[in-house]
Structures are given as C-alpha cells and as structure tokens.
C-alpha cells in the first residue's frame, strides 16, 4: 500500500484545511486509516482514525467539535476536514493505513504504512 497526503498549507486562527490521503496498491477489505501530526520537538501524535468497512471513527479529544474524518470507499481515499483551527494545530500531519481495526487505536505503532507528511501552519 501507498499513501499520498495533500492539502496542508498555511492558515489564519479560526480558518480551515482539508487534508487528504489516497491510497494505492494492495488494500485490504477490512482496514483504517488514521491521521497523526508531529510539531517540531514533540512526539508523533494521535488525531483521528476511520474503518473502513463501517465508517465507525475515532478522534483525539484534542480535536472532537472541529476536525471530522471521513472516507470514500470507492477511491479510497480519506479526508480530514479541519475547522476552528488553532496555532497549536501547528504540525506535520501523517496519514497511516492498517489492516483491520484496533479498538481504541491512538498509536503509530498501529499502523504499519505511512504516507509523506504534509504542513499545515497556523498563524495568530
């Protein structure tokens, strides 16, 4: 499987992004994707994390009320739609794929592929 991120950019307070991460090659019928970022100087962290086969989701309570993931089975691609950004949004934002679901995911270790990172700045 291949990823491919885009859509980062640089925003004002309060304004939003849509960021988006197609998938290629061999995928699975039961599988997620997820979203990370990592600012500079901290860990890689959990943002938002969606099935595939029922659309069930999972987001960082540090980002529930203003981003949503989402997904289109058919071209298999995932997006994360951004609202209410703030400058803590501040990072490099990953997607990552995984066979299956994990209850509970909020690790990188969950996931076994990684797309490129793409910027996404948030300006005071």
């Known amino acids: 499987v291949q990823l491919q991120a885009s859509g980062g950019g640089l925003v004002e307070a309060g304004g939003s992004l849509r960021l988006s991460c197609a998938a290629s090659g061999r995928t699975f019928s039961d599988s997620s994707m997820g979203w990370f970022r990592q600012a500079p100087g901290k860990e890689r962290e959990f943002v938002a994390a969606i099935r595939w086969t029922d659309g069930r989701t999972r987001h960082a309570d540090s980002v529930k009320g203003r981003f949503t993931i989402s997904r289109d089975r058919a071209k298999f691609t995932s997006t994360l739609q951004m609202n209410s950004l703030k400058p803590e949004d501040t990072a490099v934002y990953y997607c990552?794929?995984?066979?299956?679901?994990?209850?509970?995911?909020?690790?990188?270790?969950?996931?076994?592929?990684w797309g490129q990172g793409t910027q996404v700045t948030v300006s005071s």
């Open positions: 990552a794929f995984r066979a299956g679901w994990k209850v509970g995911t909020q690790y990188p270790g969950d996931f076994s592929t």
